[in-house]
């Protein structure tokens, strides 16, 4: 396969996001990015009876929310060009490819979550938005939308802006939210019913600690997760009781998620062991827990279909992330079957990915760093630094077409997950608020890069980086503190460049998260703002810098371009630029990622072969 049909085949796979089973078991959902000019949304039988539906066909990126209570259509969120400002839909199974609007178009704010009632009528969400006044707020209230008069009811008013998806129970009596009010680094779970007459706290755990709640299907129970100080503890309340019962409380587990799928009587626990997903089913009356056999790659088990097989995720770094059937009784990735039928769509083979190989070493405090390489057929080219944004997030073992493209050009890459990743344990995860961002984790990385040079997998002036949004931010602390025989050129996507400016310009529900980062606010903590913002070092640039952007970014928004754009021309120091119109935070259109693609490729090979 010659590059460019390698690189058209990578574009056209698609990609995986939330897939969810209908509550009768029948139907999953999913939204599927590159099957189309944009992201849009599918829907199989769970019995494999039959090939996906494609229920959406647009122009801007069309994204699964939900399914409606009687299983007869989905809830989908379309935003304009990437600027997440989403219109929420309805479409019926019977009616694919229609388009039902569900909120006023265009809004001038963000809605998160949507979730129809039991009566049809309502419909829940949480969105920054005075219903009264039509003006956008900092905090995001709980909403109940009637669908019949147009009346938006506000059930609940956190005092701070957040992130969260408010979620209703079965029964359609009661909300469960999220309230980051009393510090930035904790989550407190409040309770509402559906009149907005019972609002109030339910479970908090301390200012700055964070808790999690997911309903359980009688819509009577909810499971917990809740931060200690190490590690996540999990457990069961009960409405009518108000107990909770703990049933894992395990320092050496490191739980990062549950759920309670509806058809069952067990809970999915999920679990990371160095980012590899483990998953078992936990009894919620007993505790009885049964752990699911390690497999290569990661299965998250979804939900029961009607049959009483199992769906759940299937992917690793040879299986691009699909939804797939399966019996307990035969765990193995050979009996699972495809229900999206993806490699009916492409032309690959799982021999045209490369492996990802783990990848371990030593930072400069001790602290063990693991992270994935992958390495080409025959003699590098060069290395390319892939860093994940978050920095609350992992890389697993799964297909990535960045990456994959570099590696099948002939470059080699390290994708690390350096401290602050999730997939690990709480006490790494949180490591980088002792710094705060760009402390020990750039560390991280470099101490990686000097491991692979040590190990003669990497050469001195013939090393790149790049990544979008953290991963963005950590290509320009990299350029600016790194000499080009270190890191010989840098494309930060969509990064941070002045992280005053970021702060002031991002989403109002994304605020916390920096004051949670560098420990408050630019007014509370104004010199590390200062000291870890790469725009004030611009002029210690040596190697070769390529910016890109999307222009309808609301996350990290191109006033960090331009404010870096003036620092960089009046320190004299030449750069170039990609920006997008129709991109928002990332590049996720098929047509753009070829653009970007082969411009990453141009400029990391130039800048390799000047420095030889």
Known sequence: M???NYLNALLSLPGLWSPKVSPDGAWVAWTWYRAGPAADVYAAPTDASAPPTRLSDTDDDTTFVSWTPDSRAVIVSQDHHGNERD????????EPLKLLLLTEPMPNYYIRGGQLHPNGRWLIYAANVDSETGKEIEPSWVYRHDLQTGERQALAKPKKGGWYFPELNSTGTHILYTRIDLHPAGRQIWLVDVEGQDDHELFN???????????LPNGERAVVLAETGTHRKLGVWAMKTGETRWWIDDAARNIESAHAPMGSDRMVVIENDHTRVRASLLDPDTGDELRLPALPGNLNPLALAADGAWVGEYASSRQPADVVRF????LQPESFTSLTRLWER?????????????FRWTSVDGLEIQGWLYRPNGPARGTIVYVHGGPTYHSEDRVNHQIQFFVKQGFTVLDPNYRGSTGFSLTYQNAIKVDGWGGREQDDIRTGIETLMAAGMAERGQVG?????????SSWCAITRYSPDLIAASAPICGMTDLVVDYETTRPDLRPYSAEMLGGTPTEAPDRYRERSPIHFVKDIKGRLLIVQGLQDP???PENVRAVSVALQAAGVEYELLAFDDEGHGVAKPKNQKTLYLRL???FSEAFARMV
């Open 2 to 4: 010659t590059p460019e």
């Open 87 to 94: 219109q929420l839909f309805r479409i019926n199974l019977t």
């Open 205 to 215: 755990f301390g200012a700055d600690v964070k808790v999690f709640a997911y309903w």
């Open 327 to 330: 019996w307990l009784s035969d």
């Open 346 to 358: 492409t032309e690959l083979q799982p021999a045209d990915f490369a492996l990802a190989a783990d």
């Open 465 to 473: 980086i790049t990544g979008t949004s953290y991963g963005g931010y």
């Open 555 to 557: 996350n990290v928004t």
């Open 601 to 603: 490729l141009d400029f």
